[in-house]
C-alpha cells in the first residue's frame, strides 16, 4: 500500500469510526424481531429496470440492459453501518449460483446517518481496508456503482421506479435527524441494505427490510424461484 492510500484508508477510518459510535446500536435489531417475514411483494406487471441509465465509479453510465436473463439483488449499501458486514455473504451468494445466473448491483448512498461518506473513487478502498476489511474485494460479477439517492428530492429514477413498484417493509423510518434527505414519502427506503429482487426480465418482484437477511438464508428461497421461472 502506498503512502497516498495509506493516508486515505486512515482519515476514512476515523470518519467512519465517529459514524459508526453513533449508529450501531441504531441499526441493530432487538434480539425479538423475527427479520424473515420483512418483506414485501412488488406489483405485477410488466415494467422493468433495463431502460434506466446508471453512472458508475468512474463517471461513465451504461444502461441495465445488460442483464437481462440474470436474476438481480439491487442494495442501496454504505460502508459505515451495521449492516456492512452483509458484504461478506454476498460473493458466496454470487458463487453459489454460478456467478452467471445471479449476481448482486449495489448503490452506495450517503442519506442514511452519513454512513457513506467517501467519494466514488474512495468506496472501494473503504471496504477493502476498513469495514468489511481484512482485504475484501467485491466478486468479479457484482457491480457497486456509483453513489446515488435512494429518497427526496434528487432520488434517482431508478429507486424511485423500484419504490413505487414494491410497497414499503416497515411503516417506521428512521429518526428525522438521521435521514439526510427531504422530503420523506411513505414508500421510502428505510436504512441502508434494503434489497429489491428482480427477475430474469428485469421486474421488481420482491423487496426486503434490512434486517431480512440471516447470512442471505431468507432470500434464498425467492431467488431459487425466479431462477426457476422461464425467461
Same mark, same amino acid.
Given at each position: 500500500?502506498?503512502?497516498?492510500?495509506?493516508?486515505?484508508?486512515?482519515?476514512?477510518?476515523?470518519?467512519?469510526?465517529?459514524?459508526?459510535?453513533?449508529?450501531?446500536?441504531?441499526?441493530?435489531?432487538?434480539?425479538?424481531?423475527?427479520?424473515?417475514?420483512?418483506?414485501?411483494?412488488?406489483?405485477?406487471?410488466?415494467?422493468?429496470?433495463?431502460?434506466?441509465?446508471?453512472?458508475?465509479?468512474?463517471?461513465?453510465?451504461?444502461?441495465?440492459?445488460?442483464?437481462?436473463?440474470?436474476?438481480?439483488?439491487?442494495?442501496?449499501?454504505?460502508?459505515?453501518?451495521?449492516?456492512?458486514?452483509?458484504?461478506?455473504?454476498?460473493?458466496?451468494?454470487?458463487?453459489?449460483?454460478?456467478?452467471?445466473?445471479?449476481?448482486?448491483?449495489?448503490?452506495?448512498?450517503?442519506?442514511?446517518?452519513?454512513?457513506?461518506?467517501?467519494? #466514488?473513487? %474512495?468506496?472501494?478502498?473503504?471496504? *477493502?481496508?476498513? $469495514? !468489511?476489511?481484512?482485504?475484501?474485494? @467485491?466478486?468479479?460479477?457484482?457491480?457497486?456503482?456509483?453513489?446515488?439517492?435512494?429518497?427526496?428530492?434528487?432520488?434517482?429514477?431508478?429507486?424511485?421506479?423500484?419504490?413505487?413498484?414494491?410497497?414499503?417493509?416497515?411503516?417506521?423510518?428512521?429518526?428525522?435527524?438521521?435521514?439526510?434527505?427531504?422530503?420523506?414519502?411513505?414508500?421510502?427506503?428505510?436504512? #441502508?441494505? %434494503?434489497?429489491?429482487?428482480?427477475? *430474469?426480465?428485469? $421486474? !421488481?418482484?420482491?423487496?426486503?427490510? @434490512?434486517?431480512?437477511?440471516?447470512?442471505?438464508?431468507?432470500?434464498?428461497?425467492?431467488?431459487?424461484?425466479?431462477?426457476?421461472?422461464?425467461?
Amino acid at each position: 500500500m502506498d503512502a497516498a492510500t495509506s493516508l486515505l484508508i486512515t482519515a476514512l477510518a476515523h470518519a467512519g469510526s465517529h459514524v459508526l459510535q453513533h449508529s450501531v446500536m441504531r441499526d441493530n435489531p432487538t434480539a425479538s424481531e423475527d427479520p424473515s417475514g420483512r418483506y414485501s411483494v412488488c406489483k405485477s406487471n410488466n415494467q422493468t429496470i433495463f431502460n434506466f441509465m446508471i453512472e458508475q465509479r468512474n463517471g461513465s453510465f451504461i444502461d441495465l440492459h445488460s442483464y437481462r436473463g440474470q436474476v438481480l439483488l439491487i442494495v442501496n449499501v454504505a460502508t459505515y453501518c451495521y449492516y456492512t458486514a452483509q458484504y461478506l455473504d454476498f460473493n458466496g451468494l454470487i458463487d453459489s449460483y454460478g456467478g452467471d445466473r445471479f449476481t448482486i448491483l449495489a448503490f452506495p448512498c450517503n442519506q442514511f446517518y452519513l454512513q457513506e461518506p467517501g467519494s #466514488n473513487k %474512495e468506496i472501494l478502498d473503504g471496504l *477493502k481496508y476498513v $469495514r !468489511p476489511g481484512g482485504g475484501w474485494e @467485491p466478486h468479479p460479477k457484482m457491480t457497486i456503482f456509483g453513489k446515488v439517492d435512494v429518497n427526496g428530492e434528487n432520488q434517482h429514477a431508478l429507486y424511485e421506479f423500484l419504490k413505487n413498484q414494491c410497497p414499503p417493509t416497515t411503516q417506521q423510518l428512521g429518526k428525522k435527524e438521521e435521514l439526510m434527505y427531504s422530503p420523506m414519502r411513505v414508500n421510502d427506503i428505510s436504512w #441502508n441494505f %434494503e434489497k429489491i429482487l428482480v427477475d *430474469k426480465k428485469g $421486474r !421488481p418482484r420482491y423487496r426486503f427490510h @434490512p434486517t431480512a437477511w440471516k447470512d442471505g438464508a431468507v432470500v434464498r428461497k425467492y431467488i431459487d424461484e425466479l431462477l426457476n421461472e422461464p425467461l
